[in-house]
């Protein structure tokens, strides 16, 4: 169990208090205590005094400015980063920067190491147009600003007291490298006469220590699950610290790693359950393993969703992914979450990037009967919410009550009901925010609904949050810190030559001279030296078990252990050892099990109905039959994703509809050739707006502005270059254009549509297929060729045709792709080739294979057949890759070319 150190025990139970460096330890410390309390069987006790040393250095600053007057008041913690806002926008507003607020941010960061150091920065004297010297201009007007409000900084209220804090006894504890400031305060208290001690590292009797060397940062992670899972399996009530900076994407591995380790059936009902879970943190309350720290509060779901809410409300528009996410959440009461996921797939439906409250709501009002019903709720309830905001300016109180009111009418955070502990302190912290929007009263009189919203965000966004959690077993923590408490076990993580000692890294605002002269270890290599051993005598004061790993390799590169490893290293390193995988999918795999149990074959498609989507059905059949099951049986179809301009496939529809009505006005290629240049392009412009009409009137809202224009030239420029090909064509008619028909395959039916048929003048039927997507390279003559799309053609049309061809018009070019019963009949289309050994005519023998390649297509779709076959390279445009179930047993032909799988925008 967690321990209090005798000495810290001494001074709580006397009401004294500790003060450690962060949050994470005084929680660390908090716990501990309160574990010993119930070791000696109490259910009451008074709450020790812990905090983190920015926390105490205010509290006490506030308790003598309230007692003595004279003293100003300590800024709101809003308020202070407001001002930094306002003075590092003022001062820098000649300067092209690109995120100004990270600077101010960057210069409080600053301020904060010049108190720590003891350096003044009106003190210092740096040329202009240096750092320091912005620093110092920043800092004043911070200064200045904090005074207008009767308020000042904390170093600055300090300095007026005659000491910090009363009589009470003060243990510092946790700061291997003690700074300037806190050794004036020691002395100040100590010639005061209180008692007040500073406790270095390693006063506990050092644990031995054991040196691992993982073969990588995998390895790694294994190698800490399986050691957790063995000491807590030893010693249920044991309380373990590990200690692994990196990025959080590491240590939310790890955690779900020994989540796994110590409860795979546990951990997996956990799983399901979370699903059903409306607040992030209350499956993990009650988890083995907690992170410390936290994350924004911005980015927690619920507080996400009632950002998103009032953004739209605001007036400020949504970007499509962020709409469908806040539309998703379940936060809503109505309409329900199936209504409002098929309101979610219409909007992504309309194309586009963004959306704001007046365009949403247009949209909404003019929704289709399928989604008529949450549309009409979702726009009723929206109108509703943005009354209470209001227009015009009004103080940051009042946009702090205008955004609850608001928030209320949409009923977020959902229906009444008992909540969590863990959601309880989110919306507490939430609404604590909302208060310090009001606390900007002071310092800014009024403002708009865009600029209250934006300091909201950013408030959000630079708050760490995370909900109070239970003593867990094992606590995993992002930095190399004094643990202050003792743990039975600790295992610190990633100790090679280049993190540790950590790399200097000296302040760039505050003069190196000065971070160099006050003792700064991040200012130096023999600081951060120091730092480092004092960390290790730490550690293993702290430990009952110490564990030091360091990788052996990162990829390709080969690491060297920190050189503060080697004195241990060659007594204390564990041996390789063999084990199995501790991450819970290996750990359930069973080799060939998977293929040994597969079933290919799906449930039948009905006869009496038609396939679906017509010939795409042969065309994914063709590519891989798994696809096409899971794409048009299943629904596994890719969401649309909004880009700038003209989707690919509104080009492909627009090009269509103005090549149909060409043709219908011309006919043939004596029309074409009759007629001048700008007599041509004067039709291909009336083509194309009418083109245009014909789709707005049917409720294609995605065609407008200026990509429209855009759009428009293009086509036209596109038509141009492909009649230019059409004139140098023999004699022709257009016989059909967009012809419908149907096509009886194995006994199902295909309803088709062929974008045109030519009758050629030396007799015959020409049919093609406009593509404005990828060009596919044609393949005629394989087991699976490139085109059953045109081979279904060629079956539903019959006897006649004698040429197939796609019409390829992109930016790229502009060509025939096909195959006929003779060469020239189209242009660079090749005459067809005659199976090997065989003398009669060839097309009659194609003809008859083609028309048994589409019906085995057909017959295998109809039948269910779903097995994982793809053709070469389709893999790596396909989207059902999350449910495609042996894709690993899948091997890509490396030597295929890139163009071959792909299905065309158009089709």
Known sequence: MLKVPSHLSGVLERGGTVVVPSRQRAHALRLAYAAAQLARGNRVWPSPDVLPLEGWLAREAERYAGNHGGIPRLLFPAEEWLLWRQSAAEATGGLDLVNRASLAESLRRASGVAAELGVDPRAIREPPGTEAALW??????????????????????????????????????????????????????????????????????PAPQRIERPADAMDELERIAGWCCQRLKAQADGRILIVLPGSAGRRERLATLIRQALDPRGWLAAHAAQAQVDWVGEIEAASPVVIEGGQPLADLPAVAHALSALTLLAGEPLGVDRLAEWLRAVWWTEPDAAARARLELWLRERGRLQLDLPTLSALLRRAPAAVAEPARMMSARLEEAAGPLGTGVATPRDWSERFTAALEVLAWPGAPRQRGSAEQQTLMRFHELLDELGQLSAAERSMTCEVALQWLTELAARTPYRPADDDAPVTISSAYADPVVQYDAVWVAGLNAETFPQPVAPDPFVPLAAQIAAGWPAATAGGRLQEARALVAAWRAAAGELVLSAPARAGDIELLPSPLLEEWRSAGEAPAEERGPLWLPARLHRPGRLVDWRDDTGVAWSPGQPLPSGTRSLELQNHCPFRAYAELRLGSAQLDEPEPGIAPDERGQLLHAALQKLWEQLGDSRALAALSPEALDELVSRCIEAAVHERAAHGDESLAGPPLARECRRTARLVRKLLGIERSRAPFRVQHTEYGTRLRLAGQELKLRIDRIDALESGGLAILDYKSGRRVSPDWYGERPSHPQLLAYLAAVGAGVVALATINVTAKEVRYDGISAAAKLLP??????????????????????????????????????????????????????????VGDDIVVDEGAEDDAPGMDDDD
């Not at 100040?188 to 001690?197: K, M």
């Not at 065989?838 to 057909?858: I, N, T």
């Not at 793809?870 to 989207?879: G, L, S, T, V």
């Open 136 to 205: 110092v201009a920043v800092h004043r007007a911070v200064a200045q600003r904090s005074a207008a409000l009767g308020a000042a900084l904390l170093p600055d209220v300090l300095s007026l007291l005659p000491c910090v804090g009363d009589s009470r006894p003060v243990v510092f504890a946790g700061f291997p490298a003690p700074s300037r400031r806190l050794w004036a305060i020691v002395d100040a208290r100590s010639q005061h006469g209180h008692e007040t001690l500073h406790l270095p590292a390693g006063g506990e009797i």
């Open 828 to 885: 660079k289309v090749a005459g067809v080739k005659a199976p090997e050994g065989r003398a009669e005519d060839p097309w009659p023998l194609r003809v008859g294979q083609w028309h048994g390649v589409v019906e085995r297509l057909a017959q295998d779709f109809a039948a269910g057949r779903a097995q994982v076959d793809p053709k070469p390279r389709a893999c790596d445009y396909c989207h059902v890759a999350s449910v495609c179930r």
